[in-house]
């Protein structure tokens, strides 16, 4: 059975660091990853998708790297902003439509 | 990418009773789903929503409990029926636009709380 971790569960930083999320996985035969952002009460936007053959994606201050074979992807977010306080999940497909979700890292960014 | 709109965006149901989710999207979609994420926990895959036939659960769900419909492309309700507080949750639409490997887009969620 796919379990995703994701390390820490909370973050709180000083804005302007640059700063890394961490998310595994245990099962490698995966189709893909997407990382998202949710806000307090809403709901979850999508940020970037990294397909299994690849080995990076990039939005902005955002880079998101996957290592399949160790079952680790990383989030890098550059020069945190206030705006950039959220939650951060990442989930794995597996199967056909399935997506398994990592608990989250609740990130602050304070001014 | 496809924009999700839910509602409610939260309501307040007692105990015994049902209540109807609407989820539509401004573009016919491939895959619909809907997700539960109750207090402090990640989200976890309620169904499938097939267009013009039963949905799929997955395990520990059942059709009785959560009813959903999905007649075109563009909509899906889900039900969740006799309500307990154990429901209170935020339930989520989602839904892939194009290819098999695109990606998954959330609606706002709809937040239940059960008294």
């Known amino acids: 059975k796919q379990e995703v971790t994701q390390i820490p569960a909370a973050l709180s930083v000083p804005e302007g660091e640059n700063l890394v999320l961490n998310c595994s996985f245990t099962?490698?035969?995966?189709?893909?990853l997407q990382w998202f952002r949710q806000d307090p009460g809403k709901g979850l936007t999508s940020l970037l998708l990294?397909?299994?053959?690849?080995r990076e994606q990039t939005s902005g201050r955002l880079n998101a790297s996957l290592d399949k074979s160790s079952g680790r992807s990383t989030l890098y977010i550059a020069a945190s902003q206030p705006g950039d306080s959220a939650t951060y999940l990442c989930?794995?497909?597996?199967?056909?439509?399935?997506?398994?979700f990592g608990q989250g890292t609740r990130l602050t960014i304070n001014p | 990418s496809a924009v999700i709109s839910q509602k409610p965006s939260r309501d307040i149901c007692q105990r015994g009773t049902s209540l109807t989710i609407q989820c539509q999207v401004d573009?016919?979609?491939?895959?619909m789903f809907w997700y539960r994420q109750q207090p402090g926990q990640s989200l976890t895959l309620i169904a499938t929503?097939?267009?013009?036939?039963?949905?799929?659960?997955e395990s520990g769900f059942v059709i009785d409990k959560f009813p959903i419909s999905r007649p075109n492309l563009t909509f899906s309700t889900l039900t969740v029926s006799n309500m307990s507080p154990e429901d209170s949750s935020i339930y989520l639409c989602?839904?892939?636009?194009?290819?098999?490997?695109?990606?998954?887009?959330f609606g706002n969620g709809t937040r239940l709380t059960v008294t």
């Open positions: 989930a794995v497909r597996e199967g056909a439509q399935k997506l398994v």
């Open positions: 989602s839904a892939r636009e194009g290819a098999y490997n695109s990606p998954l887009h």
């Open positions: 990294i397909q299994s053959s690849q």
């Open positions: 573009s016919q979609v491939t895959m």
């Open positions: 929503a097939n267009q013009g036939s039963e949905a799929t659960y």
């Open positions: 099962d490698s035969a995966i189709y893909n």
